[in-house]
């Protein structure tokens, strides 16, 4: 997943990058946001859960309710 994708999926989720974040356990939407910009490399587990919400909108739901 290219930085570009990374970010239009968070969009796409409808997410912001603080909440991105708290959903996929990375330290904050700095984090996320250097991600989406390509100064930092996007970890392997984070790539799988972005394409498992997009992929499941309940199973995003379901997290969303689980970190709440």
Do not use: W, Y
């Not at 939407?29 to 984070?46: K, L, M, N, S």
């Amino acid at each position: 997943m290219t930085p570009v994708e990374f970010k239009t999926a968070r969009q796409t989720l409808g997410l912001t990058a603080q909440g991105f974040a708290r959903l996929v356990g990375v330290s904050d939407g700095r984090t996320v946001r250097r991600c989406e910009a390509g100064d930092r490399d996007i970890p392997g587990p984070v790539v799988v859960l972005t394409t498992l919400f997009l992929r499941h909108p309940s199973v995003l739901k379901l997290a969303t309710r689980i970190i709440s």
